[in-house]
T-cell receptor, first 115, second 111 residues
């Protein structure tokens, strides 16, 4: 167990809807990163938050947005869902400077299906 | 496109045998990490090797890094059925902030 939790575990939405995924970081961690993992692929970096500010972003459109709260929990919001958004969404927490050099601890993921 | 590329894509071995997976990447890096993932669940961090290190051990795991060839290998010795999983290498480019994963090697260990 990494101490990182995610909710919900599974979710089914229809195209055009909006979804919010949640992540609770490991105690003492101030950085959270979100990843999208399509079936049979490696995780793709969406963005990273450090001390409640977005610290970097991958090649994802603006309809993917996030928040990090003072207790270092985090949300991933996706608007106007598309079929290709169906994937496993992983969050990972880490400590220290906000640079992606330290060990990341992953949650179990939320599996999103868009119909 | 993903920076890390694992080889082979899939590997099937008998319990007790050694498993070797390779990873290649394209740019200079701060560090390289190996992760394991069981059945599409969360990733488990196995080992981190920094750019100034050449070899690292952790239990039955041995990781090597060759920055001149931009490649790394993960060796699992005396494999067990419980080692059946997908294995990913992940890199952070020098001066970068995001972790880039490869597509993974799917390891199947037969009892």
């Amino acid at each position: 167990e990494t101490g990182v939790t995610q909710s919900p575990t599974h979710l089914i939405k229809t195209r055009g809807q909006q979804v919010t995924l949640r992540c609770s970081s490991q105690s003492g961690h101030n950085t959270v990163s979100w990843y999208q993992q399509a079936l049979g692929q490696g995780p793709q970096f969406i963005f990273q938050y450090y001390r409640e500010e977005e610290n970097g972003r991958g090649n994802f459109p603006p309809r993917f947005s996030g928040l990090q709260f003072p207790n270092y929990s985090s949300e991933l919001n996706v608007n106007a869902l598309e079929l290709d958004d169906s994937a496993l969404y992983l969050c990972a927490s880490s400590r220290t400077s906000g640079r992606a050099e330290e060990t990341q601890y992953f949650g179990p993921g939320t599996r999103l299906l868009v119909l | 496109s993903q920076q890390g590329e694992e080889d082979p894509q899939a590997l099937s071995i008998q319990e007790g045998e050694n498993a070797t997976m390779n990873c290649s990447y394209k740019t200079s890096i701060n560090n390289l990490q190996w992760y394991r993932q069981n059945s599409g669940r969360g990733l488990v961090h196995l080992i981190l090797i920094r750019s100034n290190e050449r070899e690292k051990h952790s239990g039955r795991l041995r990781v090597t890094l060759d920055t001149s060839k931009k490649s790394s290998s993960l060796l699992i010795t005396a494999s067990r059925a419980a080692d059946t999983a997908s294995y990913f290498c992940a890199t952070v480019a020098t001066g970068g902030f995001k972790t880039i994963f490869g597509a993974g090697t799917r390891l199947f260990v037969k009892a």
